[in-house]
Structure formats: C-alpha cells, structure tokens
C-alpha cells in the first residue's frame, strides 16, 4: 500500500481487542491487530497512551518500541506515539475518562522520562496548557519537533494564545473531553474555533462524539484543509456491540458502535475504525469522498511534519 494515500489515525487507543495502555502486550495479538489495519486501509498510526502513573506509560511505551523492533509489521504500522497526558485538566468533565490521581502539572523531568521511553518516536503529545507554566513543557517538545497539541483543557483564550505562541499547533477530539454543560459563548469549544487558523482541529467522526451536522459546522469554519479526523479507538473496536473491560473501564458498546459507561452515563474512548469514519464524513456529514479522505489520511500526516 502506498503510505502516501492510506489512512492515518493519530489518535488510537487499542483495537480488534488489543489495549495499547498495558504493561504487557502479546507480540501476536499486536501483528493480529496491525493485520487489521492494513486490510482497513490504514497505513498508519501514531499509538496513544494515555494518562496513568509516569512509570506504568514509560513501561507501555517501552513495550511496543520493543515491539516494533522486532516485528516489521508494527514498525511500518505505528510510525509513532501520542502522549495523552498526564499534564491535562483534572477538573471533573474536562478531564473526560482520564483517571484523576495521575494527572498533575507539567514536569520536565517525567516529560523527559517519556519521550526516553518512546524511543525517539513521540510525533504528538496532548497536554492542556493551563497545566503547563510558562509554557516550559511546550517549548520543550517544540524545539524537538514534536507536534503540541491542547486537549482536556479549560484553557483561556490568553492561555490558548499563549500556548500557540510558543508553538502549539493542534487541538485533540475538538467537541469532546469537556462537561457537557458550559458557558454558552465563553467555553472550551469556542476558543478554539476562534483559533482554527493557527491549529489543527481533530475529531471523532461517530455521531456521538459530535452530532453530525454540529460536526459539519465545524468542518465548515475550520476548512477542509486544517481539519483531521482520529477514531480515538479503544480495544473493543472492530469487534462489535457487547461489554468489556479495557484496564480500569468497564464498558459497554451497544449496536450504534458507541463505547459507553455501563450506565450510559457517559462516552468512553470510541470503538469505530478508519473505513466507518470515511464512510460517516460522506454519507452522514456530507463530504465528498475526496474531502474525507484528506481528513483522514493526507491532513493527519501535515500536522505532525509526515508530508
């Protein structure tokens, strides 16, 4: 497959019941999974872990470096890592399903420690930048050509601006990791519009997430050409409607391949795949095909220096 022309999914979790976020990961299940990528048109990935103690992410992170080493399937398929967290917002609602005694304020050293552990292959790191004093972080993983983005953040405008500045230049799952009732002008969601051209804006492309036609607006301001679309899959993607555990979640999906809290409470990670992402972007939210698959594909490796 032409690596130029295939999916790329920035943010994923796990999937085809392979969880990324643990501290051990069979090398089998992990070439099962890529397998699956491949035959859904996906080229590549940037392999997300996600907020937990500084020591268990280096261990997870460490882990598939080891994996790709050895295996040369995962090393085409996971071109490298998203760091979501621990330097986010852990006020209730921002900081979504990210578990709260691991998250804290930016620290060089344990940002250090990670992209030790990563091996050199951090593309992305999603922090919030109200965590982030001075921006130290940010310029920090800037001047390694990391791709900064701000994601499970009540960031200001000023902070916003701030952080952009100093070189951050993406927005994680733009609509998502924020309560579900805010200020209606002076929010989350509209401060980041208002900086669509200066960052990337990223989106989960379920219906869920976002409702599709508040999903379109969105495209609509951002542009075709500064917006991305991730799956944020988590394990259970690509298996379909039931209940699971993925690390300390139990979860349900139901048949609308939505991956909820058992009381349907609340969204959990995401369980639909690149092809069903495409497929929502034409047939529900109205793009052409050639529009969605640049968000998809040739707008993901832009924003973190690929093309």
């Not at 497929?279 to 968000?295: F, P």
Request: aromatic content about 6%; overall charge negative; glycine content about 8%.
């Amino acid at each position: 497959m032409n690596t130029d022309t295939g999916y790329f999914d920035l943010q994923i979790n796990g999937c085809y019941g392979l969880d990324f976020n643990q501290d051990q990961i069979d090398p089998e299940a992990m070439h099962r999974s890529c397998q699956r990528l491949v035959a859904d048109g996906v080229s590549g990935i940037l392999a997300t872990i996600i907020t937990e103690k500084i020591d268990k992410m280096a261990i997870r992170l460490a882990n598939i470096v080891k994996l790709r080493q050895s295996d040369p399937l995962v090393a085409k398929m996971v071109v490298g890592f998203h760091i979501e967290g621990p330097f986010i917002s852990d006020v209730q609602g921002y900081r979504g399903a990210h578990p709260v005694d691991s998250i804290h304020p930016t620290n060089t050293d344990e940002m250090k420690k990670l992209l030790d552990a990563a091996g050199g292959l951090t593309r992305q790191v999603t922090l919030a930048p109200e965590q982030d004093k001075n921006f130290t972080v940010i310029d920090m993983l800037v001047k390694q050509k990391i791709t900064v983005s701000a994601g499970h953040t009540d960031a200001t405008l000023d902070q916003l601006r701030g952080a952009a500045d100093h070189g951050l230049s993406m927005f994680t799952h733009v609509g998502n990791g924020c309560p579900m009732q805010m200020n209606r002008h002076d929010n989350i969601v509209q401060r980041v519009l208002s900086l669509r051209d200066r960052i990337w804006l990223c989106f989960i492309c379920d219906g869920a997430h976002i409702p599709f036609y508040t999903l379109r607006n969105y495209i609509d301001l951002g542009g075709i050409d500064r917006c991305c679309a991730v799956t944020d899959a988590i394990a259970p993607a690509g298996l379909g409607p039931g209940k699971y555990t993925v690390s300390r979640w139990e979860l349900v999906i139901d048949e609308d391949m939505v991956a909820r809290a058992p009381d349907r409470s609340h969204l959990v990670g995401a369980a639909i795949t690149m092809p069903q992402t495409v497929a929502n972007l034409i047939n529900k939210v109205g793009l052409t095909e050639s529009q969605a698959r640049q968000l998809a594909s040739a707008n993901p490796r832009r924003a973190i220096g690929l093309a």
